[in-house]
Protein backbone atom coordinates (compact mmCIF):
# COMPACT_ATOMS: atom_id res chain seq x y z
CA UNK A 1 0.00 0.00 0.00
CA UNK A 2 1.45 3.19 -0.63
CA UNK A 3 2.17 5.78 2.01
CA UNK A 4 -0.44 8.63 -0.13
CA UNK A 5 -3.82 6.55 0.39
CA UNK A 6 -2.89 5.97 4.08
CA UNK A 7 -4.38 8.51 6.42
CA UNK A 8 -2.58 10.11 9.12
CA UNK A 9 -3.18 11.99 12.42
CA UNK A 10 -1.17 13.95 14.73
CA UNK A 11 -2.01 12.97 18.39
CA UNK A 12 -0.41 15.37 21.02
CA UNK A 13 -0.46 13.19 24.28
CA UNK A 14 0.19 15.44 27.79
CA UNK A 15 2.79 13.15 29.26
CA UNK A 16 3.85 13.12 32.83
CA UNK A 17 6.78 10.78 33.88
CA UNK A 18 6.61 11.80 37.54
CA UNK A 19 10.15 10.20 38.02
CA UNK A 20 11.32 12.41 35.07
CA UNK A 21 9.18 15.22 34.43
CA UNK A 22 8.63 18.36 37.16
CA UNK A 23 5.48 19.38 35.08
CA UNK A 24 3.50 17.40 32.60
CA UNK A 25 4.40 18.31 28.57
CA UNK A 26 2.77 17.62 25.33
CA UNK A 27 4.30 14.93 22.93
CA UNK A 28 3.37 14.95 19.48
CA UNK A 29 2.89 11.29 18.08
CA UNK A 30 2.30 10.59 13.66
CA UNK A 31 -0.88 7.82 13.46
CA UNK A 32 -1.32 5.89 10.62
CA UNK A 33 -5.42 5.31 11.37
CA UNK A 34 -8.37 4.04 9.06
CA UNK A 35 -11.98 5.14 9.75
CA UNK A 36 -13.01 2.60 12.30
CA UNK A 37 -10.14 3.00 14.81
CA UNK A 38 -10.76 4.53 18.32
CA UNK A 39 -8.60 7.00 20.08
CA UNK A 40 -8.37 4.50 22.28
CA UNK A 41 -7.07 2.44 19.20
CA UNK A 42 -4.77 5.47 18.36
CA UNK A 43 -3.35 5.78 21.84
CA UNK A 44 -2.93 1.69 21.95
CA UNK A 45 -0.71 2.27 18.66
CA UNK A 46 1.57 4.81 19.78
CA UNK A 47 2.06 2.44 23.15
CA UNK A 48 2.88 -0.43 20.36
CA UNK A 49 4.73 0.87 18.10
CA UNK A 50 6.45 4.49 18.79
CA UNK A 51 6.28 4.98 22.50
CA UNK A 52 6.13 1.84 24.81
CA UNK A 53 6.29 3.82 28.16
CA UNK A 54 2.78 5.36 27.29
CA UNK A 55 0.45 4.90 30.23
CA UNK A 56 -3.09 4.67 29.85
CA UNK A 57 -6.04 2.49 31.47
CA UNK A 58 -8.33 0.79 29.34
CA UNK A 59 -10.04 -2.96 29.45
CA UNK A 60 -13.52 -3.86 27.73
CA UNK A 61 -13.04 -1.04 24.28
CA UNK A 62 -16.86 -0.81 24.26
CA UNK A 63 -17.62 1.50 26.57
CA UNK A 64 -18.94 -0.35 29.34
CA UNK A 65 -16.61 -0.85 32.19
CA UNK A 66 -15.45 3.11 32.39
CA UNK A 67 -11.74 2.74 32.70
CA UNK A 68 -10.72 4.58 29.46
CA UNK A 69 -12.26 8.51 29.82
CA UNK A 70 -9.60 10.99 29.04
CA UNK A 71 -10.04 14.71 27.31
CA UNK A 72 -10.00 14.33 23.96
CA UNK A 73 -9.64 17.83 21.94
CA UNK A 74 -10.77 19.28 25.58
CA UNK A 75 -13.61 17.17 26.33
CA UNK A 76 -14.16 14.00 28.46
CA UNK A 77 -15.05 11.19 26.60
CA UNK A 78 -14.41 7.15 26.84
CA UNK A 79 -11.39 6.74 24.35
CA UNK A 80 -13.16 3.68 22.83
CA UNK A 81 -15.97 5.13 21.93
CA UNK A 82 -14.59 8.35 19.95
CA UNK A 83 -13.30 7.81 16.55
CA UNK A 84 -10.00 9.20 14.94
CA UNK A 85 -11.90 10.37 11.73
CA UNK A 86 -13.77 12.80 13.30
CA UNK A 87 -10.99 14.38 14.36
CA UNK A 88 -8.92 13.98 10.56
CA UNK A 89 -7.64 17.07 9.53
CA UNK A 90 -6.62 18.97 12.84
CA UNK A 91 -3.79 18.08 15.45
CA UNK A 92 -6.00 15.77 18.51
CA UNK A 93 -5.14 16.86 21.74
CA UNK A 94 -5.31 14.04 24.61
CA UNK A 95 -4.81 14.76 27.77
CA UNK A 96 -5.44 12.78 31.02
CA UNK A 97 -9.19 13.61 32.72
CA UNK A 98 -9.61 17.13 34.36
CA UNK A 99 -9.88 17.97 37.99
CA UNK A 100 -8.30 14.66 39.18
CA UNK A 101 -4.32 14.85 39.69
CA UNK A 102 -2.31 12.94 37.06
CA UNK A 103 -0.63 9.54 38.54
CA UNK A 104 1.09 9.17 35.33
CA UNK A 105 0.61 10.44 31.54
CA UNK A 106 -3.39 9.54 30.81
CA UNK A 107 -3.63 8.00 34.34
CA UNK A 108 -5.42 10.04 36.99
CA UNK A 109 -5.69 9.14 41.00
CA UNK A 110 -9.52 7.50 41.74
CA UNK A 111 -8.98 7.12 45.42
CA UNK A 112 -11.19 10.09 45.96
CA UNK A 113 -13.75 9.21 44.08
CA UNK A 114 -13.58 5.64 45.30
CA UNK A 115 -13.88 6.75 48.85
CA UNK A 116 -16.43 8.71 48.12
CA UNK A 117 -18.27 6.02 46.27
CA UNK A 118 -18.35 3.50 49.39
CA UNK A 119 -19.51 6.28 51.98
CA UNK A 120 -22.60 6.61 50.15
CA UNK A 121 -23.76 2.95 50.68
CA UNK A 122 -23.78 1.78 46.92
CA UNK A 123 -26.06 -1.28 47.78
CA UNK A 124 -29.97 -2.24 48.71
CA UNK A 125 -29.60 -1.66 52.56
CA UNK A 126 -33.04 -3.82 53.08
CA UNK A 127 -36.14 -1.86 55.07
CA UNK A 128 -35.97 -4.93 57.76
CA UNK A 129 -34.38 -7.74 58.04
CA UNK A 130 -35.87 -10.43 55.64
CA UNK A 131 -36.05 -14.08 55.96
CA UNK A 132 -35.20 -16.45 52.39
CA UNK A 133 -38.90 -17.83 53.30
CA UNK A 134 -40.16 -14.09 51.94
CA UNK A 135 -38.81 -14.69 48.81
CA UNK A 136 -37.86 -12.07 46.04
CA UNK A 137 -38.04 -8.48 46.56
CA UNK A 138 -41.79 -7.45 43.90
CA UNK A 139 -41.17 -4.38 42.28
CA UNK A 140 -43.39 -2.87 39.79
CA UNK A 141 -42.08 -1.23 36.35
CA UNK A 142 -43.20 2.16 37.64
CA UNK A 143 -41.22 1.61 40.72
CA UNK A 144 -38.38 0.65 38.30
CA UNK A 145 -38.62 3.59 36.47
CA UNK A 146 -38.01 6.00 39.07
CA UNK A 147 -34.59 4.84 39.60
CA UNK A 148 -33.10 2.69 36.28
CA UNK A 149 -31.61 5.14 34.47
CA UNK A 150 -29.50 6.14 37.40
CA UNK A 151 -28.49 2.25 37.81
CA UNK A 152 -27.04 2.70 34.62
CA UNK A 153 -23.64 4.16 36.13
CA UNK A 154 -20.82 2.44 34.87
CA UNK A 155 -18.06 5.23 37.09
CA UNK A 156 -16.03 6.07 34.23
CA UNK A 157 -15.80 10.01 36.16
CA UNK A 158 -16.58 11.71 32.83
CA UNK A 159 -19.19 13.54 35.19
CA UNK A 160 -15.95 14.78 37.48
CA UNK A 161 -14.23 16.04 34.70
CA UNK A 162 -16.91 18.02 33.54
CA UNK A 163 -17.85 19.46 36.60
CA UNK A 164 -15.82 22.55 37.89
CA UNK A 165 -17.05 22.70 41.24
CA UNK A 166 -15.31 19.55 42.30
CA UNK A 167 -12.40 20.60 40.37
CA UNK A 168 -12.70 24.13 41.99
CA UNK A 169 -13.19 21.92 45.06
CA UNK A 170 -12.40 18.46 45.57
CA UNK A 171 -14.36 17.49 48.76
CA UNK A 172 -17.76 18.44 46.77
CA UNK A 173 -18.85 14.48 46.38
CA UNK A 174 -19.71 15.33 42.73
CA UNK A 175 -22.19 14.10 39.78
CA UNK A 176 -21.60 10.27 39.98
CA UNK A 177 -21.63 9.54 43.38
CA UNK A 178 -24.66 11.74 43.90
CA UNK A 179 -26.56 10.18 40.88
CA UNK A 180 -25.70 7.03 42.09
CA UNK A 181 -26.75 7.77 46.25
CA UNK A 182 -30.05 8.99 44.05
CA UNK A 183 -30.37 5.47 42.51
CA UNK A 184 -30.48 3.53 45.90
CA UNK A 185 -32.62 6.58 47.53
CA UNK A 186 -35.08 5.92 44.97
CA UNK A 187 -35.10 2.25 44.79
CA UNK A 188 -38.36 0.78 46.62
CA UNK A 189 -36.69 -1.69 48.08
CA UNK A 190 -33.84 0.28 50.28
CA UNK A 191 -34.50 1.57 54.08
CA UNK A 192 -31.81 3.76 53.90
CA UNK A 193 -32.62 7.30 52.81
CA UNK A 194 -32.64 8.80 55.82
CA UNK A 195 -28.93 7.95 56.46
CA UNK A 196 -28.16 8.92 52.71
CA UNK A 197 -30.27 12.08 52.98
CA UNK A 198 -27.62 13.27 55.64
CA UNK A 199 -24.93 13.31 53.00
CA UNK A 200 -27.14 15.32 50.48
CA UNK A 201 -27.67 17.62 53.25
CA UNK A 202 -24.41 18.82 53.50
CA UNK A 203 -22.63 21.53 51.85
CA UNK A 204 -20.35 19.07 50.18
CA UNK A 205 -23.84 16.73 49.05
CA UNK A 206 -25.96 18.96 46.62
CA UNK A 207 -25.31 22.26 47.74
CA UNK A 208 -22.00 22.59 45.93
CA UNK A 209 -23.66 22.42 42.81
CA UNK A 210 -24.81 25.19 40.99
CA UNK A 211 -26.42 23.54 38.50
CA UNK A 212 -23.76 23.68 34.92
CA UNK A 213 -25.53 20.54 34.33
CA UNK A 214 -22.38 19.83 31.72
CA UNK A 215 -22.00 16.28 33.79
CA UNK A 216 -25.44 15.18 32.10
CA UNK A 217 -24.10 16.42 28.60
CA UNK A 218 -20.52 14.39 28.87
CA UNK A 219 -22.48 11.02 30.38
CA UNK A 220 -22.07 8.46 27.93
CA UNK A 221 -24.49 6.24 29.30
CA UNK A 222 -27.52 8.59 29.26
CA UNK A 223 -27.16 9.01 33.75
CA UNK A 224 -28.53 12.47 34.17
CA UNK A 225 -26.41 13.26 36.94
CA UNK A 226 -27.80 16.98 37.15
CA UNK A 227 -30.58 15.50 37.48
CA UNK A 228 -30.59 13.48 40.19
CA UNK A 229 -28.13 16.25 42.44
CA UNK A 230 -31.06 19.22 41.89
CA UNK A 231 -33.81 16.92 42.24
CA UNK A 232 -32.39 15.91 45.94
CA UNK A 233 -31.79 19.95 46.49
CA UNK A 234 -35.91 20.06 46.61
CA UNK A 235 -35.79 16.90 48.81
CA UNK A 236 -33.33 18.28 51.13
CA UNK A 237 -34.90 21.39 51.04
CA UNK A 238 -37.85 19.85 52.58
CA UNK A 239 -36.33 17.90 54.92
CA UNK A 240 -34.25 20.98 56.22
CA UNK A 241 -37.83 22.53 56.78
CA UNK A 242 -40.32 19.54 57.79
CA UNK A 243 -37.77 17.09 58.94
CA UNK A 244 -37.47 13.71 56.60
CA UNK A 245 -40.77 11.68 56.95
CA UNK A 246 -40.89 8.86 59.04
CA UNK A 247 -37.91 10.35 60.37
CA UNK A 248 -37.93 9.79 64.18
CA UNK A 249 -36.23 12.29 66.46
CA UNK A 250 -32.78 10.23 68.07
CA UNK A 251 -33.07 9.86 71.92
CA UNK A 252 -30.75 12.21 73.45
CA UNK B 1 9.36 -6.93 51.06
CA UNK B 2 10.66 -3.36 50.35
CA UNK B 3 10.15 -3.74 46.74
CA UNK B 4 6.09 -4.01 47.31
CA UNK B 5 5.78 -0.78 48.44
CA UNK B 6 8.48 0.56 46.37
CA UNK B 7 6.31 1.42 43.55
CA UNK B 8 4.49 4.32 46.10
CA UNK B 9 7.68 5.77 46.96
CA UNK B 10 7.61 7.28 43.21
CA UNK B 11 4.37 8.67 43.29
CA UNK B 12 4.05 12.59 43.20
CA UNK B 13 0.70 13.25 41.69
CA UNK B 14 0.38 16.37 39.37
CA UNK B 15 -2.53 18.81 40.27
CA UNK B 16 -3.77 20.84 37.16
CA UNK B 17 -4.95 24.81 38.14
CA UNK B 18 -8.20 25.65 37.69
CA UNK B 19 -7.87 29.29 37.12
CA UNK B 20 -9.51 30.30 33.81
CA UNK B 21 -11.55 27.15 33.76
CA UNK B 22 -14.87 28.63 32.51
CA UNK B 23 -12.84 29.54 29.26
CA UNK B 24 -12.09 26.36 28.79
CA UNK B 25 -15.50 25.10 26.63
CA UNK B 26 -18.04 27.51 25.16
CA UNK B 27 -20.48 24.96 27.49
CA UNK B 28 -18.86 26.89 30.75
CA UNK B 29 -18.61 30.58 28.86
CA UNK B 30 -22.35 29.90 27.85
CA UNK B 31 -23.07 29.02 31.91
CA UNK B 32 -21.10 31.91 33.21
CA UNK B 33 -23.07 34.71 31.19
CA UNK B 34 -26.42 33.02 32.42
CA UNK B 35 -24.90 33.27 35.89
CA UNK B 36 -24.28 37.04 35.16
CA UNK B 37 -27.70 38.06 34.62
CA UNK B 38 -27.97 37.81 38.07
CA UNK B 39 -26.76 40.99 38.30
CA UNK B 40 -29.61 42.26 35.89
CA UNK B 41 -32.35 40.96 38.43
CA UNK B 42 -30.15 42.55 41.30
CA UNK B 43 -30.02 45.80 39.72
CA UNK B 44 -33.34 45.84 38.68
CA UNK B 45 -34.44 45.21 42.22
CA UNK B 46 -32.47 48.26 43.70
CA UNK B 47 -33.99 50.35 40.73
CA UNK B 48 -37.22 49.54 42.39
CA UNK B 49 -35.80 49.82 45.90
CA UNK B 50 -34.56 53.72 45.26
CA UNK B 51 -38.44 54.21 43.57
CA UNK B 52 -40.16 53.00 46.24
CA UNK B 53 -37.59 55.19 48.74
CA UNK B 54 -38.33 58.25 47.01
CA UNK B 55 -41.87 57.23 46.89
CA UNK B 56 -41.84 57.36 50.70
CA UNK B 57 -40.03 60.62 50.69
CA UNK B 58 -42.76 62.62 48.58
CA UNK B 59 -43.85 63.69 45.40
CA UNK B 60 -40.81 65.81 44.59
CA UNK B 61 -38.40 63.02 45.44
CA UNK B 62 -40.37 60.61 43.18
CA UNK B 63 -40.74 62.46 40.49
CA UNK B 64 -36.89 63.54 40.68
CA UNK B 65 -36.64 59.33 39.80
CA UNK B 66 -39.35 59.17 37.50
CA UNK B 67 -37.51 61.83 35.44
CA UNK B 68 -34.00 60.39 36.37
CA UNK B 69 -35.32 56.91 34.37
CA UNK B 70 -36.13 59.17 31.34
CA UNK B 71 -32.71 59.92 30.52
CA UNK B 72 -31.10 58.05 27.69
CA UNK B 73 -28.64 56.74 30.00
CA UNK B 74 -31.31 54.73 32.16
CA UNK B 75 -33.22 53.92 28.40
CA UNK B 76 -29.90 52.67 27.82
CA UNK B 77 -29.34 50.82 30.48
CA UNK B 78 -32.77 49.21 30.76
CA UNK B 79 -32.48 47.90 27.40
CA UNK B 80 -29.19 45.99 28.57
CA UNK B 81 -31.52 45.06 31.86
CA UNK B 82 -34.23 43.78 29.53
CA UNK B 83 -32.05 41.71 27.08
CA UNK B 84 -30.33 40.11 30.18
CA UNK B 85 -33.55 39.71 32.23
CA UNK B 86 -34.74 37.61 29.44
CA UNK B 87 -32.08 35.84 29.03
CA UNK B 88 -32.04 34.57 32.46
CA UNK B 89 -36.09 33.58 32.38
CA UNK B 90 -34.90 31.41 29.27
CA UNK B 91 -31.99 29.89 30.53
CA UNK B 92 -34.07 29.44 33.90
CA UNK B 93 -36.45 27.12 32.54
CA UNK B 94 -33.42 25.20 31.09
CA UNK B 95 -32.19 24.47 34.19
CA UNK B 96 -35.56 24.31 36.48
CA UNK B 97 -36.59 20.97 35.17
CA UNK B 98 -33.60 19.34 36.42
CA UNK B 99 -35.52 20.56 39.71
CA UNK B 100 -37.91 18.13 39.59
CA UNK B 101 -38.72 14.25 40.18
CA UNK B 102 -39.40 12.09 37.36
CA UNK B 103 -42.76 12.70 35.85
CA UNK B 104 -44.68 9.94 34.00
CA UNK B 105 -48.43 11.12 32.39
CA UNK B 106 -50.12 8.55 30.39
CA UNK B 107 -47.62 5.80 30.93
CA UNK B 108 -44.66 7.88 29.16
CA UNK B 109 -41.79 9.75 30.79
CA UNK B 110 -42.18 13.67 30.63
CA UNK B 111 -39.50 15.03 29.31
CA UNK B 112 -37.50 17.96 30.67
CA UNK B 113 -37.59 19.82 27.60
CA UNK B 114 -41.39 19.23 27.54
CA UNK B 115 -41.26 21.45 31.05
CA UNK B 116 -38.96 23.71 30.10
CA UNK B 117 -41.24 24.96 26.86
CA UNK B 118 -44.24 24.63 29.33
CA UNK B 119 -42.38 27.06 31.78
CA UNK B 120 -41.66 29.32 29.03
CA UNK B 121 -45.19 29.14 27.54
CA UNK B 122 -46.19 30.23 31.44
CA UNK B 123 -43.74 33.19 31.82
CA UNK B 124 -44.61 34.72 28.67
CA UNK B 125 -48.29 34.45 29.68
CA UNK B 126 -47.60 35.80 32.41
CA UNK B 127 -45.43 38.25 31.50
CA UNK B 128 -48.08 39.77 28.49
CA UNK B 129 -50.68 39.43 31.30
CA UNK B 130 -49.26 42.06 33.52
CA UNK B 131 -48.53 44.37 30.36
CA UNK B 132 -52.38 43.44 29.46
CA UNK B 133 -52.93 44.90 32.91
CA UNK B 134 -51.17 47.96 32.78
CA UNK B 135 -52.50 49.01 29.57
CA UNK B 136 -56.04 48.21 30.77
CA UNK B 137 -55.13 50.24 34.01
CA UNK B 138 -53.76 53.41 31.67
CA UNK B 139 -55.24 57.22 32.82
CA UNK C 1 -17.86 6.80 60.13
CA UNK C 2 -18.23 10.38 58.68
CA UNK C 3 -19.68 12.79 60.25
CA UNK C 4 -22.01 15.37 57.63
CA UNK C 5 -22.54 18.52 59.08
CA UNK C 6 -26.27 19.84 57.62
CA UNK C 7 -25.70 22.75 55.99
CA UNK C 8 -28.23 26.06 55.83
CA UNK C 9 -28.53 26.27 52.34
CA UNK C 10 -32.16 25.46 51.86
CA UNK C 11 -33.08 28.78 53.34
CA UNK C 12 -30.89 30.76 50.51
CA UNK C 13 -31.98 27.93 48.11
CA UNK C 14 -35.67 28.72 49.00
CA UNK C 15 -35.70 32.33 48.83
CA UNK C 16 -33.29 31.78 45.26
CA UNK C 17 -35.92 29.77 43.83
CA UNK C 18 -38.89 31.88 44.75
CA UNK C 19 -36.91 34.93 43.16
CA UNK C 20 -35.95 33.20 40.07
CA UNK C 21 -39.61 32.28 39.48
CA UNK C 22 -41.09 35.44 40.22
CA UNK C 23 -37.92 37.35 38.22
CA UNK C 24 -39.05 35.04 35.11
CA UNK C 25 -42.81 35.63 35.70
CA UNK C 26 -43.16 39.39 35.66
CA UNK C 27 -38.96 40.47 34.96
CA UNK C 28 -38.72 41.26 31.49
CA UNK C 29 -42.85 43.07 31.57
CA UNK C 30 -41.84 45.36 34.82
CA UNK C 31 -38.16 46.66 33.03
CA UNK C 32 -40.42 47.49 29.93
CA UNK C 33 -43.26 49.50 31.50
CA UNK C 34 -41.18 50.77 34.48
CA UNK C 35 -37.99 51.19 32.25
CA UNK C 36 -38.96 52.02 28.95
CA UNK C 37 -42.64 52.23 27.93
CA UNK C 38 -43.37 54.78 30.84
CA UNK C 39 -40.18 56.75 30.13
CA UNK C 40 -40.19 56.84 26.87
CA UNK C 41 -43.66 58.18 26.35
CA UNK C 42 -44.93 55.07 25.03
CA UNK C 43 -47.61 54.65 27.74
CA UNK C 44 -49.97 57.51 28.31
CA UNK C 45 -48.07 59.55 30.67
CA UNK C 46 -49.78 59.64 33.99
CA UNK C 47 -49.32 55.84 34.29
CA UNK C 48 -46.96 55.55 36.77
CA UNK C 49 -47.69 59.24 38.57
CA UNK C 50 -46.77 59.48 42.21
CA UNK C 51 -50.56 59.71 42.92
CA UNK C 52 -51.16 56.15 40.89
CA UNK C 53 -47.89 54.90 42.54
CA UNK C 54 -48.71 56.24 46.03
CA UNK C 55 -52.33 54.05 45.70
CA UNK C 56 -50.94 51.43 44.32
CA UNK C 57 -48.28 51.16 47.05
CA UNK C 58 -50.80 51.80 49.73
CA UNK C 59 -53.02 48.73 48.84
CA UNK C 60 -52.34 46.07 50.74
CA UNK C 61 -51.80 43.79 47.52
CA UNK C 62 -49.70 46.58 45.76
CA UNK C 63 -47.68 46.53 48.54
CA UNK C 64 -47.02 43.22 49.27
CA UNK C 65 -45.93 42.97 45.40
CA UNK C 66 -43.99 45.56 45.58
CA UNK C 67 -42.12 43.81 48.41
CA UNK C 68 -42.24 40.79 47.56
CA UNK C 69 -40.42 41.58 43.90
CA UNK C 70 -37.81 43.78 45.43
CA UNK C 71 -36.89 41.10 47.87
CA UNK C 72 -37.20 37.84 46.47
CA UNK C 73 -35.22 39.63 43.13
CA UNK C 74 -32.72 40.74 45.68
CA UNK C 75 -32.24 37.24 47.50
CA UNK C 76 -31.85 35.48 44.28
CA UNK C 77 -29.74 37.73 42.79
CA UNK C 78 -27.52 37.71 45.60
CA UNK C 79 -27.08 34.05 46.10
CA UNK C 80 -26.25 33.69 42.35
CA UNK C 81 -23.33 36.40 42.67
CA UNK C 82 -22.07 34.88 45.87
CA UNK C 83 -21.92 31.62 44.10
CA UNK C 84 -20.09 33.15 40.48
CA UNK C 85 -17.59 34.98 42.94
CA UNK C 86 -16.51 31.11 43.81
CA UNK C 87 -16.60 30.05 40.41
CA UNK C 88 -14.50 33.03 39.17
CA UNK C 89 -11.80 32.06 42.23
CA UNK C 90 -13.32 34.26 45.32
CA UNK C 91 -13.66 31.06 47.96
CA UNK C 92 -16.63 31.12 49.84
CA UNK C 93 -16.08 33.21 53.43
CA UNK C 94 -17.90 35.15 55.55
CA UNK C 95 -16.99 38.19 54.02
CA UNK C 96 -18.16 37.62 50.62
CA UNK C 97 -21.16 36.15 52.18
CA UNK C 98 -21.38 39.02 54.27
CA UNK C 99 -21.37 41.51 51.57
CA UNK C 100 -23.47 39.43 48.85
CA UNK C 101 -26.22 38.51 51.90
CA UNK C 102 -26.09 41.58 53.53
CA UNK C 103 -26.67 43.88 50.44
CA UNK C 104 -29.43 41.84 49.83
CA UNK C 105 -30.51 42.51 53.44
CA UNK C 106 -30.12 45.77 53.06
CA UNK C 107 -32.41 46.10 50.10
CA UNK C 108 -35.04 44.56 51.65
CA UNK C 109 -35.34 46.86 54.80
CA UNK C 110 -34.75 49.88 52.87
CA UNK C 111 -37.60 48.56 50.83
CA UNK C 112 -39.76 47.41 54.02
CA UNK C 113 -39.36 50.62 55.74
CA UNK C 114 -39.92 53.10 52.74
CA UNK C 115 -43.15 50.40 52.29
CA UNK C 116 -44.12 50.86 55.69
CA UNK C 117 -43.54 54.64 56.02
CA UNK C 118 -46.01 54.86 53.03
CA UNK C 119 -48.68 53.92 54.92
CA UNK C 120 -52.00 52.21 53.70
Given at each position: MSDTQQKRIKIEVLRYRPEQDKEPVWQSFDVPYTDDMSVLQGVQYIKDELD?????????????????????????????????????????????????????????????????????????????????????????????DQYEQFSSCINCTLCYAACPQYGMDSKFMGPGVLALLHRYNADSRDGAQAERMEIVGAEEGVWNCTAVAYCSEVCPKGVDPAKAVNLNKVNSAKAYFFGLPGKKEAAK | MSKLTAGTANRKPFKRPMAGWYKRDPFFVRYMWREVTALAVLLYAIVLMVGVLRLSQGEAAFNGWLAALGSPLSIVFHLVLLVAMVYHVYTWFEVMPKTMPLLYAGGKRVADATIMRGGIVAAIVTNLALLALVWGMRP | MKQWKRSNAPIFWVLFGGGGTLSSLFGPALILVTGLLVPLGLLASGTMSYARMLAFAQNFIGKAFIFAVIMLFAWHAVHRIYKSLHDFGIHPGPLPALCCYGSAMVITLVGAFSLLRIGF
Open positions: GSLSFRWSCRMAICGSCGMMIDGKPKLSCKTFLRDYAGQTLRVEALAHFPIERDLVVGLEDFMDKLESIKPYIVPKEARTLAQGEYLQTPAER | - | -
